[in-house]
Structures are given as C-alpha cells and as structure tokens.
C-alpha cells in the first residue's frame, strides 16, 4: 500500500505515535511517505519504503499570517498525484483533517478517489479544538473523513459530547514497540544520576500546563523527605521556568534534574523507578506507556483515558487531579519496599504488552483494507448517513 502520513513532527505524542506507526508500516513492506513541516524527531534511520516530504509556505509581504494550511494541502495534492498514494492517514485533526478534505476535493476532479482517515490525538478535541475559532471547522472536517478513530475509549466519548459527529469513531489504542524498551540500565548513567542508590523518578512532557508540572515538583518533595531520591525531568515547555522556581524554593535543586528533550528516552527509562503524571486531561497518555513498558511504574491522575493504561495497585496507582498528598503517599508505599518495587515493575511491564505494536499496527492495516479492497462498502462500515 502506499500511504500518506500527516502529522507534527515534534516530541509530541501525536507526531511520536504517528512516526512510529509509519516506521512500523515500511517494515511491514508499506510505502509511508510523511508529509509535515519538519523531519520528525523519530524518524532517524533510513528505510527504503519511507519518503519525507517538506511543507514548504510561501512568504510574502501582504502574508501577516502565513498559509501553512493552503501549503499543506497543495502539498498533499503534489504527492498523491506524483506516488499514486492509496491513502492519506491524518494523525491531530487541526489543521491537517480539513487540509486533507480540501485536498481530496481537489484531486477529484481529476477523478481520483482518495481516502481520507483522521486519527483524534486530545488537545485537538478537548482543549484547542473546541475553542470557538476552530470547532466549525473542526467538526465539520470530522464528519467529512472516510474514517476517524480515537487513541482511546475516553477520547471517542468525548469527541462525541463535545462535537455532533455522525459517524462511527473507532478505537485504535496507542501503542509501543515494547522490545525497544526493553533496555538494561546503563550503570555509568545510573551512578552519576543517583551516586548513592537513590530511587530515581522521572516526568516526561511538553511542560504545558495541562500536565501539571509543578504538581510533579510537590510530590517529589514529599517522597523525597521519606525516601532518598532523585527527579529527571525530561522534555521542555512554557511551565519550564516555574517548575525550576518552585524547586529553588523548595530547596530541591541538587536532586532534580533538566535534562530537555530527548530523543533516547528508553535510555532514561531504564534507569527509573517510577514515573509521575498528574495531567489535567490526558487522552492515552504515550510517555506513560512507554515508561510502563521500560518496566516503570506510574503514578497519576485519574484523569482522561489514564484509567485505561493504568492498573490501580497493580501497574501503580491514580489519584484526582491535583491530589498531591494521595500521590506522593502512593509513590511512597511502591518505593519503600524493593520486593512491592518489584512487583509494580513486573506488572507494569506486562500491562504495557498488551498495546504492543505487534497488537495494534496490523488494526490499522486491517481498516486501511476496508477501502482498498470494498470502497463501496465504506459508508455502511462508517455508519455514514450520507
Ligand atoms: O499533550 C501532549 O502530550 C501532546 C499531545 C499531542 O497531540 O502530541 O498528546 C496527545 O496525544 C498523545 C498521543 O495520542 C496522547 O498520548 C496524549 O495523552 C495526548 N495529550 C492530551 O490529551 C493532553
């Protein structure tokens, strides 16, 4: 099949799922050719079945605001003629599912039918998509996609509530290549992050407010008044200089660590005992799955599709949003004892299996089928009322 994907290309879980899906379909002999403004952050090696192609805006001085949209969608038209794609696999509906519809409309009238599937990654939905600049277009988008999927049950629920969709969304839960994660620590790393055996925690995000990053700061500080320990925090963000604040003010500095954004985050992983995600809203939650699959334990809120990936008291725990007290207790209960440690961490570990990659990527495939093989039927399998 020759398959086009849509996504951002930066550490976000959206553009990190999306690359790895692509990666994982030109394993499988698919031709992926990405199309986005940037090479992903993950799409580091060469394959011979995967093609980048760069978004490119004009400039011009009348442009206050240049037109990515129009430039995207040009740029899809440009590789669905030249590569006779099959498909177009939109991953963040704005602005990419309704780039893609305008796309599509566009090669039709050279008569050629070209699929349009949108994969509902959160924000897009339950915080920038609503807002009421972007959600007529949003929504209508939506509706207008062969097919839609949502990474979670929590997200398609919500998509429903939020928007009046009228067609089936299906979902496709994230996933990760648990082998890849599957890593020994690095003993040298390990000694110089925690020199005297400390347990070592770590926060992975974009440092947005809806993760709640000064929450990680608090619960740190509990747990390490009981247990000697040690935060990496990994990623960067607008909430960057308020986290680093508190921790000066909570005199934290010499056991909390920045170390930004990282492309081998399973290296990190490895060396952790626990992982902490007090989101406001997560619709999956990806960097949890894959701390989970590193055999990380998590702790979290309770919040979005978190309860779907987490197994209270037995993958770690979930507590309300913002209940610091309830989640730096919980962090204490796992950590203190090596044998609780260690079976958090085995089940961690095994729950992350069940969103291997291996599990998930041929479901996309199997829905990809649907339209190569009987476009007619896809209004009936849609639930299309058109
Ligand atoms: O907020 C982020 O973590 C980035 C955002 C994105 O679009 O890249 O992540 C969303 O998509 C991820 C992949 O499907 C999910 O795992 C995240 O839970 C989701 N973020 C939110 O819902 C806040």
Redesign the pocket.
């Known amino acids: 099949m020759r398959i086009g994907i849509v996504c951002?290309p930066t550490f976000?879980?959206?553009?990190v799922?999306a690359t790895e899906l692509g990666k994982a379909l030109a394993e499988k002999g698919h031709q992926v050719h990405f199309i986005t403004y940037q090479q992903p952050v993950r799409l580091i090696e060469f394959n011979a079945n995967i093609f980048y192609h760069e978004v490119r805006v004009a400039t011009y001085p009348l442009f206050e605001y240049p037109p990515y949209e129009t430039a995207l969608s040009s740029t899809m038209v440009d590789v669905i003629n030249n590569h006779q794609l099959d498909l177009l696999h939109v991953h963040?509906a704005i602005p990419h599912a309704s780039a893609a519809y305008m796309a599509k409309k566009i090669v039709a009238t050279r008569g050629k039918n070209i699929p349009v599937i949108t994969t509902l990654?959160?924000?897009?939905i339950?915080l920038v998509g609503r807002d009421k600049t972007l959600a007529p277009v949003v929504a209508f988008s939506i509706n207008e996609s062969d097919a839609i999927t949502a990474?979670s049950q929590n997200l398609r629920d919500e998509t429903y509530k939020i928007f009046e969709i009228k067609k089936e969304i299906e979902v496709i839960y994230?996933f990760v290549d648990v082998s890849r994660f599957h890593k020994r620590p690095i003993d040298a790393f390990q000694k110089v992050i925690a020199p005297n055996g400390e347990r070592i925690l770590v926060h992975a995000?974009?440092f947005?407010k809806?993760k709640r990053v000064l929450d990680v700061v608090r619960i740190f500080a509990e747990i390490n008044k009981k247990i000697p320990s040690k935060l990496l925090f990994v990623g960067d963000g607008p909430e960057r200089p308020d986290t680093e604040n508190l921790c000066r003010e909570l005199n934290l500095c010499d056991d909390i660590r920045f170390v930004g954004k990282q492309e081998q985050i399973e290296e990190i992983l490895a060396v952790a005992d626990l992982f902490i995600l007090p989101?406001e809203?997560?619709?999956?939650?990806?960097a949890a799955l894959e701390a989970m699959a590193a055999g990380v334990p998590l702790i979290s809120s309770d919040a979005?599709?978190l309860p779907e990936i987490n197994v209270n008291g037995k993958t770690g725990y979930m507590s309300p949003v913002g209940d610091v007290t309830s989640m730096s207790h919980n962090a204490i209960s796992i950590l203190s004892d090596d044998g609780i440690l260690k079976t958090f961490k085995h089940n961690a570990a095994e729950q992350a299996k069940k969103f291997d990659i291996h599990q998930i990527v041929p479901q996309y495939e199997q829905l990809y089928d649907r339209f190569l093989n009987a476009p007619h039927l896809l209004s009936h399998f849609s639930g299309s009322k058109r």
Request: aromatic share 14%; charged share 10%.
């Open positions: 951002y976000g879980g959206s553009g799922l963040y990654h959160g924000t897009d339950t990474v994230n995000s974009n947005r809806i989101s809203y997560e619709s999956f939650g990806l979005g599709g």
